[in-house]
């Protein structure tokens, strides 16, 4: 039941993030995502009732047991130091604007 919710979650947004409430390293990619002024899904797995089945399930499907755990256009970017170092390398917006979670501005 976890993984379909976990993978319908990722089908259905742009760019999801499975967080922890007091996760730093999750809110270093929030802030990141929101700097940007990226449209993304985050499901806290803290404060979520099925949040520890959505998080084996995920350790299952993406072989990463920690959080953040990123998905961006339906595909598994990683966690907070891969998705800082698509941004540092200049490859994440390009993969947001892809995903239609980042509109370009003029």
Known sequence: MADS???EIVASNAVVVFSKTYC???????????TLGVTF???ELDTESDGKEIQAALTEWTG???????????KHIGGCDSTTALHN??????????????????
């Open 64 to 74: 990463q047991r920690t959080v953040p755990n990123v998905f961006v256009g339906g």
């Open 89 to 106: 390398g200049g490859k994440l917006v390009p993969l947001l604007t892809e995903a239609g979670a980042l509109v370009k501005s003029s």
């Open 5 to 7: 919710k976990a993978k």
């Open 41 to 43: 899904k985050v499901v």
């Open 24 to 34: 730093p390293f999750c809110v270093t990619v929030k802030k990141l995502f929101t």
